[in-house]
């Protein structure tokens, strides 16, 4: 368990006393009680990590006139208990929790004496969690709710832990003999090209009640039209592509599209490419012509529309009822794909981990076919924000849509140049937490009116959002990927634990 000093404690202890519980952010005192801690632990695993101060009691506690100094109990209110919570905390979870991390806030309690706040740090987990006989936990917006089995088979799913490729499909086995399937046989050397002998032996093909049965994950690599087929089962696997004039989609009589959505279809591999090409295409003429002779030049590099593209074939969640879409605005891309980040990403940390692979099986036999498109494997992501910043563009926006009847994934790349500014601003963010008018005036030099276009300017083009604040002159803002996380970038944790 780490310590840091007073003079840090106290900031990140004024924080926390002013911070709501929320999805992210849970106060608890210590008690012999466990049962509602472990659950919380095990609800942020399960859903996007969280901080779980013990110690604290919660502010709808606090009387009339009371300080925020009175909810602090300490742990030393019961330390044999604390101790006990600590146990319990590395026996009672199935599987066991690894990303868990401890700091101690020495502080002034309640009674005046010294004491001690601890901060529970749990990740996002890349697995399930249950509690040892009392179920599997998720978090709400400031609460805990026990998942049911279909609950608990859905996020299976969504974390990568198991994936819709491996679903045996009941698709003929003549219908996966095409020249997709010959050009891989040829490539891997195969003499023999019968698929009836060659996809069980590759571990693509299963024995079903009516016969040989090819898993989801050969129908996407060798089926001429494999959204086609896949319709059937509530399952889609194609791509669209729409071209719009404009900054934003017009919903109207008339759709500001360009061209007419162009659908793409074939075996992945066909697939990648064919989309890629197309996309390409479109922004090598995409030049839009204003009234006033004005023009939009797209910049991106090559590389990052291609690894975008191929991510959301190879990465997305093919259970769910929906085609990647691309859409091409003046101003960006978008690439969304359905499914949620697997495993224990988050868009805060895609670009240092890199891509996970929730379609593992479909992404090793995609690299058996003549000019592969995910040679690199794992390093795509961190080469897109390499060749963005190279390229003086803003970093690709990574974010998750929940709201929508299928949870997706979107990736942002921005047409416009970053300023120089940028940089630093980001860098502050990253290592101290949201930004204020005030303290960009400080890195800028710029005066308070500057700041607040400037600021405005950054939040209309998505890579600042402003965070819920009393007043505009306590407006704060940080980057959307962060905007979410469990309070531990503003508390300054992340590089403690």
Known sequence: MMDINSAQAADRIAALLAAPESRTLDFKRISDKHK?????????????????ALGVGDAKDLKAGDKPQSRLWGVEENPEAFDDLRRLLLQRFTPALTRVHWLRLPCILRDGQAGHVVVLRVEKSDQVHSVVGNGTWTRMDAS?????????????YQRGVKSAETLPMPVALDLLNTDAWRSYC???????????????????AVPGENGLQPLLA????????????????????????FHYKGKAVQRGEVPN??????TISGPAVEQIAQAQAYVLERLAVGLTMEGSGFKTRYRFPERVIKEAITNAVVHRDYRLN???????????????????????????????????????????????????????????????????AQAKLYEPLYREQLETAVPTLVVTLLNGERPPLWVQVSDWIDRNGPITNSRLREISGLDTLAASKQLKQWVGQGVLV?????????????????????GSLSLGLDNET
Do not use: W
Not at 144 to 156: F, G, M, P, V, Y
Not at 218 to 237: I, N, S, T, Y
Not at 257 to 262: D, H, V
């Open 322 to 388: 929906r085609d990647i879409q691309v859409r091409i605005f003046d101003d960006r891309v978008e690439v969304e794909s359905p499914g949620r980040l697997p495993g224990n990403l988050t868009p805060a940390t895609i670009e240092k981990t890199g891509s996970v692979p929730r379609n593992s099986l479909l992404a090793r036999h995609l690299r058996e076919f003549p000019n592969p498109p995910n040679v690199d494997a794992g390093e795509g992501v961190p080469m897109m924000f390499a060749q963005m």
């Open 186 to 204: 040829l490539t891997r050397g195969l003499a023999d090209l019968d698929v009836v002998v060659r996809l069980p032996r590759l571990g693509l």
């Open 144 to 156: 805990n709710r026990e998942l049911s089995a279909a609950e608990i088979a859905d996020l299976t």
């Open 218 to 241: 050969a129908v996407l690599l060798f089926a001429d039209e494999p959204g086609a087929l896949l319709a059937g089962q509530g399952m889609r696997a194609d791509i669209r592509v």
């Open 36 to 52: 509602k801690i472990i659950e919380t632990v095990c609800a942020f695993a399960n859903s996007e990590g969280g901080l779980l």
């Open 257 to 262: 599209l360009l061209l007419p959505p162009k």
């Open 466 to 486: 402003a965070l819920p604040a009393p007043s505009r002159q306590q407006a704060s803002y940080t980057k959307p990927e962060l905007a979410d996380l469990p």
